[in-house]
């Protein structure tokens, strides 16, 4: 079997010219005669890469002088556990807004650091729509407001950067990161699990301004504080240099695309492709998250019948199509429509969408 095209919420889809470049430069990287993955991250040739893909995505994002861009370790998971321990002291409290299952899950991760405070939740009403934003009760006073700009399971996305005032906000951005523009100088901290928009799993992006670093936070080992990963430039112990490698060739591709307002134009018609598809087929297939909340990176959807459920996807994968089931939380269908997805995938899905239903009825 070739190359399919590939709906996995994560890992996910890579770009086939970043595997391209890799599979070319594994055995005999940068003519070093050795693959990138055999040599010290202290090197001369790696220490180069890395500045260089840091450089790259510092250009992306437009990251400004006093953010600190670290390539660390652990998953998003562990830094819903370290953000509190580095940026709260001992009593200290942090506002949580929860739109979904991750948010639910860094807010519960945190709570054995401070006293977490949700100050705005949809969970009442199944995650189909953002928490309201009239709503939500802020403390002036809190260390942080965390918050998921993407729900990789529910489907649900922020479309513009909340205000939360002088509190400095924190984004888990593990399924949306590099996909449009973003205006980096709205947070404190951002942080993404590199498994989606940027390379492997095991490499986890933060940009953290710089005076953020400096707060003392509560007693912690050396290898907890990002202060100290930030002093040694991410290499306060070995990093994962075949992510940060790849990370690097996926920036690189992502400059050589026309950046981030040209995927961010790309994402929007994947995802109105699909939703138009989806809203069009009389009932047939359903998302039922609430029109002006909806993921342009992660589509959950329903079939009208979950007897057919089975069938869908045993079709589409022998069609090609790979990774539609759904969130186990959910059921149904789910399709993620990463940078690195192109629209020819979207259009290919929609086709056998719509034969799908006619051979079904
Ligand atoms: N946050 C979000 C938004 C995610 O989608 C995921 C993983 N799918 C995580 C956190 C957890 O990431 P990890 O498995 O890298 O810890």
Known sequence: MGRVWNFSAGPAALPQAVLEQAQRELLDWNG?????????????????MAERAE???????????????????????????????????????????????????AANEAMPYLRVNVAASSKADGYLHLPRR???????AAAYVHYTPNETIHGVEFHDVPEV???????????????????????????AGAQKNIGPS???????????LERAGRPMARIFRYAEHAAAGSMLNTPNTWGWYLAGLTFGWLKAHGGLAAMGERNRAKAALLYAAIDGS?????????????????????????????????????AGLLALKGHKALGGMRASL?????????????????????RHG
Do not use: C
Request: charged share 20%; no cysteine.
């Open 32 to 48: 070093s005669g050795a693959s990138v993955m055999e040599q010290s991250h202290r090197g001369k040739r790696f220490i180069a």
């Open 55 to 105: 450089a790259d995505l510092r250009e992306l994002l437009d990251v400004p002088d006093d953010y600190a861009v670290l390539f660390l370790q652990g998953g998003a998971t562990q830094h819903f556990a370290q953000i509190p321990m580095n940026l709260a002291a001992p009593g200290d409290s942090a506002d949580y807004v929860v739109s979904g299952h991750w948010s639910e899950k």
């Open 134 to 140: 009239g709503a939500w009760r802020l403390d002036p």
């Open 165 to 191: 005032g002088d509190v400095p906000l924190v984004a888990d951005m593990s399924s949306n990161i590099l996909s449009g523009p973003l205006d980096v100088r709205r947070f404190g901290l951002i942080y």
């Open 202 to 212: 095991g490499l986890v992006l933060m940009i953290v301004r710089r005076d953020l």
């Open 282 to 318: 009389d009932g047939y297939y359903r998302n039922p998250v609430d029109a002006a909340s909806r993921s342009r990176m992660n589509v959950p959807f329903t079939l009208h019948d979950a007897a057919l459920d089975a069938a869908f996807l045993v079709e589409s994968e022998a």
């Open 338 to 358: 990463y940078n690195a997805v192109p629209l020819e995938a979207v259009q290919a899905l929609v086709g056998f969408m719509r034969d799908f239903a006619r």
